[in-house]
């Protein structure tokens, strides 16, 4: 067995797609998945699972249908399940998302955003 840790710049580099979640880990049944994220993606949700965003890089809002959460660099906000909500960031940002194996991105919207799983860098 190797004991590596995971760099995020290195895995970051390695792809340059937004909305395109790439697993680094998994833990149990939950994966980590770094992401970069530009503009407006879709409202969706997710009916079985509460999902983490984490900000490693730049900064990045939360919309909700009542408000909205914004995140920075080292800071990390948990959308409960179930709750409608669509990710924007002005500017490119690096995030982590934590949420189990499986997880479509884009809830039950669908559409062309919806990103491949399973897909490690």
Not at 5 to 32: G, Q
Not at 36 to 46: A, L, P, R
Not at 77 to 97: Q, S
Not at 100 to 111: L, R, V
């Amino acid at each position: 067995m190797s004991y590596e840790p995971v760099n995020f710049a290195e895995k970051l580099a390695k792809f340059s797609e937004h909305f395109s979640p790439r697993v680094v880990a998994r833990m149990n049944d939950y994966e980590f998945r770094l992401a970069k994220i530009e503009g407006d993606f879709v409202w969706h949700s997710h009916a079985e699972t509460d999902e983490v965003f984490v900000v490693i890089e730049g900064e990045m809002r939360i919309d909700f249908r009542d408000g909205s959460v914004a995140l920075k660099a080292g800071e990390m906000f948990v959308v409960p399940r179930g709750v409608e909500h669509k990710p924007y960031a002005a500017r490119e940002c690096a995030i982590m998302l934590v949420e189990p194996a499986g997880t479509i991105n884009t809830g039950g919207a669908g559409g062309e955003l919806t990103a491949e799983n399973d897909v490690w860098v």
